[in-house]
């Protein structure tokens, strides 16, 4: 005869991955509370994260996308390098319209906002885990759109989307006030590489000087907050 617990399905294991011990203290209360998840890892740093994975080997990853030691885009490309089974679930405070589609091509399967509601993220990590992709009503409009009517021959893209991942990560940084030396320190590159991705930069979004390209990150930024 069966024991009352024999049909039960296993619980899925989780791995949250934030630079805010308050905010993983929260993501782990919140979804402990489910009877079918465990949080087997909380750490605060991309490498870190890397390490759980191999050790844990969960199916999901719940994880913001400012990270010490190497950028959140980066480490989605090399959890799905080391699993490509596992499921990725960004929350971040970042703009979802702006780092949406980024975060989905690099790997993620979902992206929420931060101040969404407790029922949002558990309705994106079961979306995830059931192998769909969650996004916000108005992003997925938006995705859709973009996938449904691609931009026609000859039709304009916003300068930005010229960037690559990385170019755009150290725009942002620029904007938000950083040095060379401190972005090389946050995206653990050299300053010279981060020279090279500032030049990039400016010709692409046609500034002639570092200054003009640092005061319309900064502008950018501030609109953006």
């Keep these: 005869m069966n024991s009352p617990d024999s049909n039960q399905q296993p619980q899925v294991r989780i791995v949250l ?37 191999e050790r844990e080997r969960p199916q999901l990853v719940l994880t913001d996308l400012t990270l010490p030691g190497r950028s959140g885009l980066d480490l989605i490309k090399d959890l799905v390098a080391l699993d490509p089974a596992l499921k990725i679930l960004v929350v971040s405070m970042h703009d979802e319209t702006l780092w ?27 979306t995830v885990l059931a192998g769909g992709i969650y996004l916000s009503a108005a992003m997925s409009s938006r995705v859709l759109v973009a996938f449904a009517a691609a ?31 401190e972005i090389a320190a946050q995206l653990s590159i050299s300053p010279k590489t981060v020279a090279v991705h500032r030049d990039h930069i400016k010709d692409k979004l046609g500034f002639v000087t570092s200054a003009e390209m640092i005061r319309e990150a900064v502008r950018w930024v501030a609109a953006h907050a």
């Design 17 to 53: 991955v934030d630079d805010h011990p308050v905010v993983l203290e929260g993501y782990r209360t919140l979804l402990s509370g489910q009877a079918q998840f465990l949080v087997c890892a909380t750490v605060g740093s991309a490498p870190a994260a890397v390490a759980a994975v």
């Design 151 to 181: 931009r026609p021959r000859g039709s304009s893209v916003s300068p930005l989307e010229t960037l690559s991942d990385r170019e755009f990560e150290v725009f942002r940084w620029f904007g938000e006030g950083r040095t060379a030396k």
């Design 100 to 126: 949406a589609e980024r975060a989905l091509k690099a790997g993620a399967r979902g992206y929420v906002m931060k101040d969404c509601d407790s029922n949002t993220v558990i309705a994106a990590v079961r």
